[in-house]
């Protein structure tokens, strides 16, 4: 009876070590997966920083787009607090 | 007889063999428990040692964030090149390919080597590129493996690079939020359990022995849109007038946050290789200055809280000297008999010091103290200074009369930005804070409301057309400041060609919501006054920034371009 239980626990000590050494293995590929990720994520993060440095957008918006911030009598200023004529 | 006397003989022999392999079996399970049970542990230990290592397991410092999530300091991931020494000297072959690729020479590689032989981890070559790491791992040298460090980009660079500050190559703050608030962006590295191969290359990991934590997140006050603006109209402002050096700050009046903290000379964090520390050094908070004229609306705070003088009090600064003990001081004319309004419009020496010598100069220190001077705002900015203001009972009369106009006294800019966002927000002294706020903290009462009403209303006229601020003015906002001239001290006394040119100030002036100071460090052409250099800056930059923040405009405008809202969808 005894000797019957302790092969039952063995072989189940077993099975699971071997699947717990699966799923760290399966927990490696998914933990460099994220890794690979966050890289490529700071990378774009940098990218993006970089594209929409402010001097750069001003510079295009002010060269290449013409833009420029309109004049004083050129804004018209909504007020919600007075009622319409 | 004899197949009988034979046929014993054998049995006996075939009992002794028996009996021998018994005994040998016997030997054999007593010897495998021993190996199992006795010195099992021993041998576990000695086993894992041959095949496994443990190694480091880095994670991620946090991300510093500006107000709105964008990233102002990211870490991505990087390779460092490591070795095991014993392993990678046995095969010396390797060695100069090796030392080609991590740009050394043969020698300088074998003498590290060398010099660690007893350890087990040298680093060869620290933050090294993704294709150089793979070029080093396609040479297979034995003992030679990859760490995964991170390394620090800065996106805003040299923007917000003192308020931001920056780390070293070990992933700890140096200067800066990067420094205060290290202990909440570090990670902290875990360890790992590797199978080696015979060479004693990892190939597996087989086990975490414990967890990497990766670093917190830090969400500062901080506007990137700002911030530029600032950093750009601070360049050009430094650069034009030939200053030493500059600083600007501005704060939300109501919760105290730094939106915007810049400094001249810069410096680029992400390539800091052949830079001075001296550029490293936040002027904002680090640098003493004295405040010259911006002190005066807190000695006028301090006139009208004694009761003894109103808005509308007059006082004779006929000639435009006044003599006090032996020292005389000057005004740039002589304004005759001025209000107490008028003293700050025309910033009069004579008139502030003719305040507060007619009162106890405990009143002026006191107003001072509790407006922020001479203790640290609590902004945790390393190496924040807290200024200097003596103890009144060691106050001569000249130096009662000198701290009235702000000489004799020394304020860090953050400070004085702090006592104008008193006055903004109606006698609230708030606390400074670098991280973003979700709600108004706590403040502390440190003058009636009305004072600071009216202190406002001398402010908004000394930006007016008769004040010595009107290049500050912000079109479609009514702003206030007081500007500032103060001749630079220098270890022989008061210097008489160096100025440091102030410009304190906030707006809107109904409900104010940014407070700003300027400060150019002695600006070398011919336009030194703070009215000329610094006012400018205030001006372009809270016209920004009231813009980006969706402040609604309080100045009068022309009738047509004044809608209600419903008529709005009719104009468009």
């Known amino acids: 009876m005894l000797a019957s239980a302790v092969l039952v626990v063995a072989m189940l000590v077993v099975a699971l070590r071997h699947e717990s050494r699966l799923l760290f293995a399966q927990l490696q590929t998914l933990r460099s997966e994220r890794d690979a990720l966050n890289t490529e994520w700071g990378q774009l993060l940098l990218e993006e920083g970089t594209w929409s440095e402010h001097r750069r957008i001003e510079q295009m918006a002010r060269t290449r787009l013409d833009m420029h911030i309109p004049g004083r009598d050129r804004i018209i200023v909504l007020d919600g607090t007075r009622p319409a004529p | ?572």
């Open chain 2, 1 to 572: 007889m004899t197949s009988r006397r034979t046929s014993g003989t054998v049995r006996r022999r075939a009992n002794v063999v028996l009996g021998a392999l018994y005994i040998g079996l016997a030997l054999l399970a007593a010897r495998a428990a021993y190996l199992q049970v006795v010195s099992a542990d021993y041998l576990q230990i000695q086993g894992q040692a041959r095949h496994t290592r443990v190694v480091k397991d880095n994670s991620h410092r946090g991300m510093v964030l500006d107000r709105n999530g964008v990233p102002l300091a990211i870490s991505t991931p990087v390779d460092s090149v490591w070795a095991h020494p014993p392993t990678t000297l046995q095969e010396q072959k390797y060695i100069p390919a090796l030392a080609r690729l991590l740009e050394m020479t043969p020698r300088e590689l074998s003498q590290t080597l060398k010099r660690s032989s007893d350890r087990e981890f040298v680093y060869l070559k620290r933050h090294v590129p993704p294709n150089l790491a793979t070029h080093v791992m396609a040479l297979k040298a034995p003992g030679v493996a990859l760490l995964r460090e991170y390394r620090r980009y800065y996106p805003a660079g040299p923007v917000a690079g003192h308020v931001v500050g920056f780390t070293n190559v070990d992933d700890l703050g140096q200067e800066g939020l990067e420094l205060a608030y290290d202990a909440w962006l570090r990670a902290i590295p875990g360890t790992k359990r590797v199978l080696k191969d015979l060479q004693g290359n990892a190939v597996e990991v087989v086990e975490s022995i414990r967890l990497p934590v990766a670093g917190r997140d830090l969400v500062t006050s901080l506007d990137r849109r700002v911030q530029y603006l600032a950093y750009r109209e601070l360049k050009s402002a430094v650069q034009k007038s030939g200053a030493r050096a500059g600083s600007a700050v501005v704060l939300d009046v109501q919760t105290g946050e730094v939106l915007a903290l810049v400094n001249e000379p810069d410096f680029n964090p992400n390539n800091r290789a052949n830079l001075r520390s001296d550029t490293f050094r936040d002027r904002a908070v680090t640098d003493l200055y004295e405040p010259g004229s911006t002190l005066k609306p807190f000695t006028v705070a301090m006139a009208l809280e004694s009761g003894k003088y109103a808005t509308d009090t007059l006082i004779d600064t006929t000639p435009g000297t006044f003599q006090v003990g032996g020292k005389t001081i000057r005004d740039t004319h002589n304004y005759g008999v001025l209000s107490v309004a008028h003293v700050i419009e025309k910033s009069s020496n004579v008139g502030a010091s003719k305040i507060a010598l007619s009162l106890p100069r405990e009143r002026l220190w006191s107003m001072l103290r509790r407006v922020g001077f001479a203790e640290s705002t609590g902004s945790r900015l390393p190496g924040e200074v807290a200024g200097l203001l003596n103890p009144p009972s060691t106050w001569v009369p000249i130096e009662q009369a000198t701290i009235s106009y702000g000489y004799g006294v020394s304020v860090t800019l953050l400070q004085l930005a702090r006592a104008y966002a008193v006055l903004a927000n109606g006698g609230e002294l708030p606390p400074i804070n670098l991280l973003r706020q979700d709600q108004v903290p706590e403040r502390t009462r440190v003058m009636a409301p009305g004072i600071a009403h009216k202190i406002r209303r001398m402010l908004e006229l000394a930006v007016g057309t008769d004040g010595t601020g009107t290049a500050a003015k912000v079109p479609d906002y009514r702003v206030a400041g007081k500007t500032g001239t103060v001749h630079k001290l220098t270890p022989s006394g008061y210097s008489a060609d160096e100025y440091v040119a102030w410009f304190a100030g906030f707006a809107p002036m109904e409900h104010p919501r940014l407070a700003m100071v300027v400060l150019i460090d002695h600006p070398s052409g011919d336009r030194y006054f703070g009215g000329q250099v610094a006012a400018p800056v205030f001006s372009q930059v809270m016209a920004g920034a009231l813009r980006l923040l969706d402040v609604a405009p309080d100045a009068p405008r022309p009738a047509t371009t004044v809608v209600a809202a419903k008529e709005a969808k009719d104009v468009r």
